[in-house]
């Protein structure tokens, strides 16, 4: 499963990811297993977000979980590409 990863901001300037997938947001939140230093959320009609409540650990969570992090022009054309298939 290839699974596309985005990092941002919380507003309390945490660092969370955001992924999609070809395959759909809930397969992709099925396959991530995310691990007690990181927070999750995922739910229906959303893509599913992890949150690093230690620092390191979403980066432990990208190498596990063989996540492909994107920039956010590459994610914008790979959301345009994958279309309503995400959800």
């Not at 397969?27 to 620092?55: C, M, S, W």
């Amino acid at each position: 499963m290839v699974i596309y990863g985005l990092y941002g901001f919380t507003h309390g300037w945490g660092r969370v990811l955001t992924v999609m997938s070809p395959e759909g947001a809930a397969a992709a939140a099925r396959h991530i297993v995310a691990g007690e230093d990181v927070e999750t959320n995922a739910a229906d009609g959303r893509l599913p977000q992890y949150f690093e409540k230690r620092r390191g650990a979403l980066a432990g969570l990208v190498e596990a979980n063989g996540i492909v992090v994107l920039d956010k022009a590459e994610w914008d054309a790979r959301k345009r590409d994958l279309g309503d298939g995400i959800w």
